[in-house]
């Protein structure tokens, strides 16, 4: 999809068109466009500038906007350079066409293909200045670009659909002030055909009739006589499509009729000037008038068919041309064409002189080669004369003089110090050739640089002094480069310094922690170990403690057969007592043998409790409290000074 972003050049700070040159050079920088240039204004910046500027001269509007720069984007490979050239060289031919002086650009030099346009605010056939209003770009600009671009194959812009239609700037702006316009011309002529047309083919003839070329495919293209681009049905709005002038053509009795080309109001306008002098016309003045009315009224007529096809419609779009002339034609009482020849040029006469005259005392309007020059006669004038570089410097000087064109030479000469007497002086001098003037200017100033750059004694012991005080401060500067780079040096030194220090600290701290880590780790390890050692010990005993037991069994056994056998009951009871004793012990025993690996597994393992709770428990343990009684104050949300407390309240109350 290309995007087209807009933007107006406008006029710097001390006048002047220097923005419109700038940007023009930028547009055709050889580096970036690979040769890929057009427009209708030239081909090389000062061309196409010095084109622009005619235009501007010419209708004496060289104030406010220069001009305008308008950018059509590709995304990153969506279009060749061939096919960026042919969509950006439609969009200008269709909205610019060849009213405004324009050259465009493709740059080759980024990831995505773009072009630049730059044309002249100043129309060219009319002298209006170009305006842009709020919402062109939507319903006019941008539309345009995406029809263009759906020709070659490239996807237009994707945003709201509403007034996509879009029109050139020419008919856009002619629509704003109710003048005829290439496209009202093709509807005024097919409104007025359908009226008299039986159906389509004799419809198509008698457009041709009037002139006509049409061409009939997917779309019918009307080429209005003497145009040389006409316009497709679906760019004519609603109404205007081959099916629905059928259907009009069908239901003409229901159609309002053709609406006019002119606006009402223009149309009194024009007449209100035009009729005010017309009480005595000689027959040139009549037949420029007739010319005039014909552009605005040709389909009003008795008989549309007898004018001039071709030329009616061209003065159509040209009516506020017209109505210029026509009115400069009466008011200056011109009443024949030797008349109007005679005006024309004694006004080029005067036109010719004017220029000549402002041409001689105009502001340098380049500030570019203004801040070249002063560079330049800076650099001269601080070299002295026995330097080897002053003749270089001196040429250069004048080579740069030789480029710069002669209307600048006024404001050159104050530049270099003359005084505005004496460049009246010089302007005073009256000769008729102004290549003569400009020649004797020229002689003035080398004399006044001579003379001002002759050596004389004072002038060298000046120059004498001058160097001996650059030497001194030039020694004195080194002085101080000294002292600042051994002062940096310094304070670089103490940075260093405080830096290794601190370095040195952090290793140290962490080589504690480490230390801390490694002591913790030896402590559950030799705790661990016994655990493990207890654990042995206690299997131990308990087996031993079992072998008593049975011993102890056989031994009260043998004493029972010597007693006297109780009863029944008795026996049962008392075996079921022994045996709840044998099994409360041996079970006490089991848990007893099994604790430290539920306290480990409880306690130790995982990051559930830190190493100060862990060391609490292990002493816990170590003074006798079993897991389960454990599991009645330990909890990782507890300092251990809060779980002891908890401690001892439990052990009170079981003593209790």
Same mark, same amino acid.
């Given at each position: 999809?290309?995007?087209?972003?807009?933007?107006?050049?406008?006029?710097?700070?001390?006048?002047?068109?220097?923005?419109?040159?700038?940007?023009?050079?930028?547009?055709?920088?050889?580096?970036?466009?690979?040769?890929?240039?057009?427009?209708?204004?030239?081909?090389?910046?000062?061309?196409?500038?010095?084109?622009?500027?005619?235009?501007?001269?010419?209708?004496?509007?060289?104030?406010?906007?220069?001009?305008?720069?308008?950018?059509?984007?590709?995304?990153?490979?969506?279009?060749? %350079?061939? *096919?960026?050239?042919?969509?950006?060289?439609?969009?200008?031919?269709?909205?610019?066409?060849?009213?405004?002086?324009?050259?465009?650009?493709?740059?080759?030099?980024? %990831?995505?293909?773009?072009?630049?346009?730059?044309?002249?605010?100043?129309?060219?056939?009319?002298?209006?200045?170009?305006?842009?209003?709020?919402?062109?770009?939507?319903?006019?600009?941008?539309?345009?670009?995406?029809?263009?671009?759906?020709?070659?194959?490239?996807?237009?812009?994707?945003?709201?659909?509403?007034?996509?239609?879009?029109?050139?700037?020419?008919?856009?702006?002619?629509?704003?002030?109710?003048?005829?316009?290439?496209?009202?011309?093709? #509807?005024?002529?097919?409104?007025?055909?359908?009226?008299?047309? *039986?159906?389509?083919?004799?419809?198509?003839?008698?457009?041709?009739?009037?002139?006509?070329?049409?061409?009939?495919?997917?779309?019918?293209?009307?080429?209005?006589?003497?145009?040389?681009?006409?316009?497709?049905?679906?760019?004519?709005?609603?109404?205007?499509?081959?099916?629905?002038?059928?259907?009009?053509?069908?239901?003409?009795?229901? *159609?309002?009729?053709?609406?006019?080309? @002119?606006?009402?109001?223009?149309?009194?306008?024009?007449?209100?000037?035009?009729?005010?002098?017309?009480?005595?016309?000689?027959?040139?003045?009549?037949?420029?008038?007739?010319?005039?009315?014909?552009?605005?009224?040709?389909?009003?007529?008795?008989?549309?068919?007898?004018?001039?096809?071709?030329?009616?419609?061209?003065?159509?779009?040209?009516?506020?041309?017209?109505?210029?002339?026509?009115?400069?034609?009466? #008011?200056?009482?011109?009443?024949?064409?030797?008349?109007?020849?005679? %005006?024309?040029?004694?006004?080029?006469?005067?036109? %010719?002189?004017?220029?000549?005259?402002?041409?001689?005392?105009?502001?340098?309007?380049?500030?570019?080669?203004?801040?070249?020059?002063?560079?330049?006669?800076?650099?001269?004038?601080?070299?002295?004369?026995?330097?080897?570089?002053?003749?270089?410097?001196?040429?250069?000087?004048?080579?740069? @003089?030789?480029?710069?064109?002669?209307?600048?030479?006024?404001?050159?000469?104050?530049?270099?110090?003359?005084?505005?007497?004496?460049?009246?002086?010089?302007?005073?001098?009256?000769?008729?050739?102004?290549?003569?003037?400009?020649?004797?200017?020229?002689?003035?100033?080398?004399?006044?640089?001579?003379?001002?750059?002759?050596?004389?004694?004072?002038?060298?012991?000046?120059?004498?002094?001058?160097?001996? #005080?650059?030497?001194?401060?030039?020694?004195?500067?080194?002085?101080?480069?000294?002292?600042?780079?051994?002062?940096?040096?310094?304070?670089?030194?103490?940075? #260093?310094?405080?830096?290794?220090?601190?370095?040195?600290?952090?290793?140290?701290?962490?080589?504690?922690?480490?230390?801390?880590?490694?002591?913790?780790?030896?402590?559950?390890?030799?705790?661990?170990?016994?655990?493990?050692?207890?654990?042995?010990?206690?299997?131990?005993?308990?087996?031993?403690? @079992?072998?008593?037991?049975?011993?102890?069994?056989?031994? $009260?056994?043998?004493?029972?057969?010597?007693?006297?056998?109780?009863?029944?009951?008795?026996?049962?009871?008392?075996?079921?007592?022994?045996?709840?004793?044998?099994?409360?012990?041996?079970?006490? *025993?089991?848990?007893?043998?099994?604790?430290?690996?539920?306290?480990?597994?409880?306690?130790?393992?995982? $990051?559930?409790?830190?190493?100060?709770?862990?060391?609490?428990?292990?002493?816990?343990?170590?003074?006798?409290?079993?897991?389960?009684?454990?599991?009645?104050?330990?909890?990782?949300?507890?300092?251990?000074?809060?779980?002891?407390?908890?401690?001892?309240?439990?052990?009170?109350?079981?003593?209790?």
């Amino acid at each position: 999809m290309a995007i087209t972003k807009l933007s107006n050049i406008g006029t710097p700070q001390g006048g002047g068109a220097a923005h419109l040159k700038n940007c023009i050079s930028y547009i055709l920088n050889s580096d970036k466009t690979e040769g890929l240039v057009g427009g209708n204004a030239g081909t090389t910046p000062q061309e196409v500038y010095q084109v622009m500027m005619d235009t501007k001269q010419e209708w004496e509007k060289e104030n406010g906007r220069q001009g305008y720069h308008f950018v059509i984007s590709f995304p990153p490979g969506e279009a060749t %350079k061939e *096919e960026a050239y042919a969509v950006i060289n439609d969009f200008c031919e269709e909205y610019l066409g060849e009213n405004f002086d324009y050259v465009f650009s493709v740059h080759t030099d980024q %990831k995505h293909m773009h072009g630049h346009i730059v044309f002249n605010s100043v129309n060219r056939m009319d002298g209006y200045k170009y305006r842009y209003e709020k919402g062109d770009w939507e319903k006019y600009i941008q539309p345009i670009t995406d029809r263009v671009c759906e020709k070659y194959g490239l996807p237009p812009l994707v945003y709201d659909p509403h007034n996509k239609i879009g029109k050139s700037y020419a008919a856009h702006y002619a629509e704003k002030e109710g003048r005829p316009s290439s496209e009202k011309i093709i #509807k005024a002529d097919i409104d007025f055909v359908i009226a008299a047309s *039986e159906d389509w083919n004799d419809f198509v003839k008698q457009m041709e009739s009037l002139g006509y070329k049409i061409r009939q495919g997917k779309y019918v293209t009307y080429i209005p006589p003497g145009f040389e681009r006409g316009r497709r049905d679906s760019r004519l709005g609603t109404g205007y499509r081959k099916e629905e002038i059928q259907e009009r053509i069908q239901n003409k009795g229901k *159609e309002k009729g053709a609406e006019s080309i @002119l606006s009402s109001k223009l149309s009194k306008k024009y007449e209100r000037e035009i009729f005010q002098y017309t009480e005595t016309l000689t027959i040139f003045q009549i037949k420029k008038i007739k010319i005039f009315y014909q552009a605005g009224h040709y389909l009003e007529g008795k008989n549309p068919y007898a004018v001039n096809q071709k030329d009616v419609r061209k003065n159509a779009i040209r009516i506020n041309e017209l109505y210029e002339e026509c009115k400069y034609i009466l #008011k200056n009482d011109i009443k024949t064409e030797d008349d109007l020849l005679e %005006k024309q040029n004694a006004l080029l006469a005067k036109e %010719k002189q004017l220029m000549n005259c402002r041409s001689s005392l105009r502001s340098v309007e380049d500030k570019e080669m203004l801040r070249q020059y002063r560079a330049l006669k800076k650099r001269l004038s601080d070299t002295p004369d026995w330097d080897d570089r002053f003749e270089i410097y001196q040429e250069e000087l004048n080579t740069f @003089l030789k480029q710069m064109p002669e209307r600048e030479y006024y404001c050159i000469c104050a530049l270099d110090g003359m005084t505005v007497e004496e460049i009246r002086r010089i302007d005073s001098i009256a000769v008729q050739d102004w290549r003569v003037k400009i020649k004797h200017i020229k002689e003035e100033r080398l004399n006044f640089l001579e003379n001002m750059f002759v050596p004389n004694s004072e002038m060298q012991k000046q120059i004498s002094e001058l160097h001996d #005080k650059a030497g001194k401060v030039f020694q004195e500067t080194e002085e101080l480069r000294i002292t600042l780079n051994a002062t940096l040096q310094q304070t670089l030194d103490i940075q #260093k310094n405080a830096l290794m220090e601190q370095r040195e600290s952090y290793q140290n701290s962490l080589a504690a922690k480490e230390e801390l880590i490694k002591e913790r780790d030896e402590k559950i390890q030799s705790l661990v170990n016994e655990i493990e050692q207890n654990k042995k010990t206690w299997q131990t005993e308990k087996k031993t403690l @079992l072998l008593q037991l049975e011993e102890k069994k056989s031994s $009260d056994d043998d004493k029972e057969e010597q007693k006297e056998v109780p009863s029944k009951k008795e026996n049962s009871v008392r075996d079921v007592t022994e045996k709840k004793k044998r099994w409360h012990f041996f079970n006490k *025993e089991e848990k007893k043998s099994k604790e430290p690996d539920r306290f480990i597994e409880t306690y130790l393992a995982g $990051d559930t409790f830190n190493e100060a709770q862990k060391e609490f428990l292990i002493k816990c343990l170590e003074e006798g409290d079993t897991v389960e009684e454990m599991k009645t104050y330990a909890s990782a949300s507890l300092t251990p000074a809060m779980m002891q407390r908890l401690r001892q309240v439990r052990k009170k109350r079981r003593g209790q």
